[in-house]
């Protein structure tokens, strides 16, 4: 897990099982690359895989390998600070959308006054999701905008805080004139800080 590319793998699959193909248009690396990567984690026995006709789908092996990545990335926020400095030129507007809480989000959930779309591709959606979300990819925001209410706040979130998927869609949503907040947290996180809700 030394590897950054290795490291992206496992949160990719964090999210979703997915092919090799998959895996490297999501990663940006080659197939080769990729493969190889994967044939690292899976040796590591971190990863598994399952033929599926021409395919082999791969995935954590363990969800206890989900949650060492997330321990794995709070012990680096912790104790480095080029984290933040990096988060903040990765994701240069996340200062411009206003927060809320997990714990505001579940409350304003109850009253039904906030509208929380999950942002991230379907498959990632349909495999694991915050409660109460609605799967609207960010490629998709623009030709849905018609579906979200005027009245209420639209919350969005993505694959965490390293993930610019939620901030596009927000900056989208708010220029039509939507009332938007950001949720920091993907599922993986709302799942480790709340496993029985």
């Known amino acids: 897990m030394a590897n950054p590319h290795r490291l992206e793998l496992v949160d990719l699959l ?11 248009r999501e990663a940006n690396m ?17 990863v598994s895989d399952t033929r599926e006709g ?27 600070a080029e984290v933040e400095a ?4 990765y994701r240069d507007r996340r200062h411009e959308f206003q927060a809320i809480s997990a714990e505001e989000l579940r ?12 942002v991230r591709p ?3 959606y ?6 109460g979300a609605i799967s609207m990819p960010h490629t998709v925001v623009e030709d849905r905008l018609a579906e979200l209410p005027t009245d209420k706040t639209i919350v969005a979130y993505c694959r965490g805080p390293y993930c610019v998927y939620a901030d596009d869609a927000l900056n989208l949503l708010a220029i039509h004139g939507l009332r938007v907040a950001r949720l920091e947290v993907g599922p993986l ?3 480790a800080a709340a496993p029985d809700r």
Not at 32 to 41: D, K, P, Y
């Open 107 to 118: 409350e304003r959930l109850r009253r039904s006054d906030v509208i929380l779309l999950d």
């Open 54 to 80: 021409l395919y082999v789908r791969y995935r954590l092996a363990d969800p206890a390998v989900a949650r060492l990545w997330l321990e794995l990335r709070g012990v680096a926020e912790r104790q480095l």
């Open 126 to 131: 349909q495999a694991g999701h915050i409660p």
């Open 86 to 89: 990096a988060l903040d030129d």
């Open 30 to 46: 080659t197939v080769a690359n990729t493969s190889q990567h994967l044939q690292r984690l899976k040796q590591a026995r971190l």
């Open 189 to 191: 996180e709302w799942q």
């Open 14 to 24: 964090a999210h979703a099982p997915r092919t090799v193909e998959e895996l490297a």
């Open 122 to 124: 379907q498959e990632e």
